[in-house]
């Protein structure tokens, strides 16, 4: 069977149809002859992802962004990748958005969830994530010290504004004069170094001697010092133990029935007397008192006196 021009050229635009149907697909993330696994992820900004975009696991691509569209009014977006081969993953990893350049090409990088109870299955949503691309973080990182840099520059400004009202001409004249005045102190100053520079120079030997002989005098005066101390210190311990010999000998003394003060304290019988005798003559001023007729007899004619006895509040 002969074939024509006409079968030729059909042929031909049907496999071109086919290619540009593969293409195209193939160009938004589908696999026509593959058992690619669907998942899907919301967003509240995607960055610059685009359909296309590669989806990769620790930075090898296994799969693409197929769509992406509104989830809700709210202006969410649900986005829409696949998973080529037989790669699994747990149900409760997380899909990132990174930058996959400096220049902000945007990708999505799966983070499988480890030690995984479920896993994953074509359909499922999967929980999104965002992470910072460089230049956001740089601008993140640059927004406070623009702030603080704003803030300085306000001060300095204010400062140089108030430098600017200080410095009118008259505290300018005041200023002149003080420096002035300061220079020519300052020249005094170092007139009046170089003469006790010289004068130091001239009676360096006297200088010399004299600190020699400072020197001397309280060396010695500080061994006279130590040596009275020490005088002063040997009489008083020889003083302080003679007086606690004495004490101990009197304490010993004392103790002992020996001696009278021994025997007032050691002996009963003494202190039993003499709180006697101390109750006889207590007594006795009592009855002077109430009876000074039986120890005073005054009788102008001799009479006589009368006998005398005993009361009855006598001590035996």
């Known amino acids: 069977m002969k074939i024509t021009r006409e079968i030729k ?22 696999n026509l002859f593959g058992d690619d696994k669907v998942f899907y992820a919301t967003y509240n900004n995607v960055e610059g992802l685009t359909v296309s975009s590669k989806v990769t696991v620790n930075g090898f691509v296994v799969g693409k962004i197929k769509d992406i569209d509104f989830a809700d009014a709210g202006g969410d977006l649900k986005v829409t990748f696949n998973v080529e081969g037989d790669f699994e993953f747990g149900k409760n990893s997380v899909v990132k958005i990174y930058s996959a350049s400096f220049i902000g090409g945007k990708n999505l990088a799966i983070i499988p969830e480890v030690n995984p109870k479920q896993m994953a299955k074509s359909g499922d949503e999967i929980t999104s994530k965002i992470e910072p691309g460089l230049i956001g973080e740089v601008v993140s990182k640059l927004d406070p010290i623009q702030a603080k840099l704003e803030t300085v520059l306000e001060e300095a400004s204010t400062s140089l504004s108030s430098i600017n009202a200080l410095l009118n001409k008259e505290n300018t004249a ?138 009855k509040d006598s001590l035996k």
């Open 174 to 311: 005041n200023i002149s004069k003080a420096i002035k005045s300061l220079t020519n102190t300052l020249s005094t100053l170092e007139y009046t170094a170089k003469n006790v520079d010289a004068l130091l120079g001239k009676n360096q030997n006297n200088i010399d001697s004299t600190i020699l002989n400072f020197k001397q005098s309280s060396e010695n005066i500080n061994k006279m010092s130590n040596e009275i101390a020490e005088v002063k210190i040997a009489e008083m311990m020889s003083s302080l133990d003679k007086t606690i010999t004495n004490f101990s000998d009197i304490a010993a003394k004392v103790n002992s029935n020996k001696g009278t003060a021994g025997k007032l304290i050691n002996d009963a019988t003494i202190y039993n007397n003499l709180d006697r005798a101390t109750r006889q003559l207590d007594l006795l001023l009592q009855d002077m008192k109430l009876n000074p007729k039986r120890y005073v007899h005054f009788s102008v004619f001799g009479k006589k006196g009368k006998e005398y006895n005993k009361p």
């Open 9 to 30: 050229t059909a042929i031909l635009v049907i496999f071109a149809i086919i290619l540009l149907i593969f293409g195209y697909n193939f160009l938004k993330g589908e």
